[in-house]
């Protein structure tokens, strides 16, 4: 059964400091798919990448940067240079292509509080 | 372009009564699925909608239900409320399916749920 666990439950730190968000993976599947998402104060949940099990490359978007290592079953996110708007909990999901339709797992969350 | 809507924002229920709560996808969009948010259990999968018929559906007991329109608006229903149902649900809209894998969510602000 797929499973996501992200294992730091909060992370404080303080402003333009960088920070990694830990996310680990558990699936039989050959496809699958990963993502992150963000979710703010308001509540709903903003979606930040997606990634496919035969794309290893890592990716950058700004101070915003993913590595994928299935080796590992690994996907974290860092943030460079993290500012207060940064602030949110964070979510990393997983969807199985192999085994049918499978609904979008998600981990527990991690929150980030950062400090001006 | 809007958002996926989600009403009521806000509501207060006592135990033993229902409730119904609605979800406007993104114009065109034609799947839906529900989430509950909770502190303990995180995000967990309700059921998702694709062309009115229910495609998926979690661990949930029968007391939660749900639907789909014609015009894709989805409600979810929660009969015979407990305690535990206070929670956040979130409703999220796909082009072709939350189930398929590579489909990005694209998530509503919420229905923040308290039953007393």
């Known amino acids: 059964a797929q499973k996501v666990t992200q294992a730091q439950t909060e992370i404080s730190v303080v402003e333009k400091e960088d920070v990694t968000l830990d996310c680990v993976y558990e699936t039989r599947d050959t496809t699958y798919y990963l993502f992150w998402y963000k979710q703010p104060p308001s509540g709903e949940l903003v979606f930040l990448i997606r990634?496919?099990?035969?794309?290893?490359q890592n990716e950058i978007s700004g101070r915003y940067s993913w590595n994928f290592q299935k080796s590992t079953s690994s996907f974290n996110f860092t943030i460079t240079a993290s500012q207060v708007v940064d602030s949110a909990v964070y979510f990393c999901?997983?969807?199985?292509?192999?085994?049918?339709?499978?609904?979008?797992?998600f981990g527990k969350g991690t929150r980030l509080s950062v400090i001006a | 372009k809007a958002g996926v809507t989600q009403t009521p924002r806000y509501l207060i229920k006592t135990r033993g009564q229902q409730v119904t709560l609605s979800c406007s996808p993104i114009s065109g969009h034609r799947s839906v699925s529900w989430y509950q948010q909770t502190p303990g259990q995180g995000l967990q999968f309700l059921f998702e909608y694709f062309s009115e018929t229910q495609r998926n559906k979690g661990n949930f007991p029968g007391r939660f239900s749900g639907r789909q329109f014609s015009n894709s608006r989805s409600e979810m229903n929660v009969s015979t409320l407990e305690l535990g149902d206070s929670a956040l649900y979130l409703c999220?809209?796909?082009?072709?399916?939350?189930?398929?894998?590579?489909?990005?969510?694209?998530f509503g602000a919420g229905s923040r749920l308290t039953v007393l």
């Open positions: 999901a997983l969807s199985e292509v192999d085994s049918g339709n499978t609904p979008l797992v």
């Open positions: 999220a809209s796909s082009f072709a399916g939350g189930s398929s894998g590579a489909n990005v969510l694209t």
């Open positions: 990634r496919n099990s035969f794309d290893e």
